[in-house]
Nanobody
């Protein structure tokens, strides 16, 4: 069982930066693949970034490549999403999720989810 709690969301101007954190409980955090997803109003939840358990592999949605960076600290049971050059279209609730499978963009394959944190980017 893994419990996830996101933090770090907020209001930022276009071009600004935010760093999201996702703190996990459970002794087996280091064995899970972690992902970040987002859901804008009226839209489906979408994959943003994923990282393998060893942090050896990272994956990004095309819309955030070059602007967002996912990382993890297994000693702290935490995964991060550094978001730079933010755009108004990045506005969404951001969720972290865990799976014992390989990184996948399919949200149905993630077993544990946080409650989400709101990111709002003003123009």
């Amino acid at each position: 069982q893994v419990q996830l709690v996101e933090s770090g969301g907020g209001l930022v101007q276009a071009g600004g930066s935010l760093r999201l954190s996702c703190a996990a409980s459970g002794r087996t955090f280091s064995s899970y693949t972690m992902g970040w997803f987002r859901q804008a109003p009226g839209k489906e939840r979408e994959f943003v970034a994923g990282i393998s358990w060893s942090a050896g592999n990272t994956y990004y949605a095309d819309s955030v490549k070059g602007r967002f960076t996912i990382s993890r600290d297994n000693a702290k049971n935490t995964v991060y999403l550094q978001m730079n050059s933010l755009k108004p279209e990045d506005t969404a609730v951001y969720y972290c999720a865990a799976t014992d499978r390989r990184v996948t963009i399919d949200l149905r394959r993630y077993d544990y989810w946080g409650q989400g944190t709101q990111v709002t980017v003003s123009s």
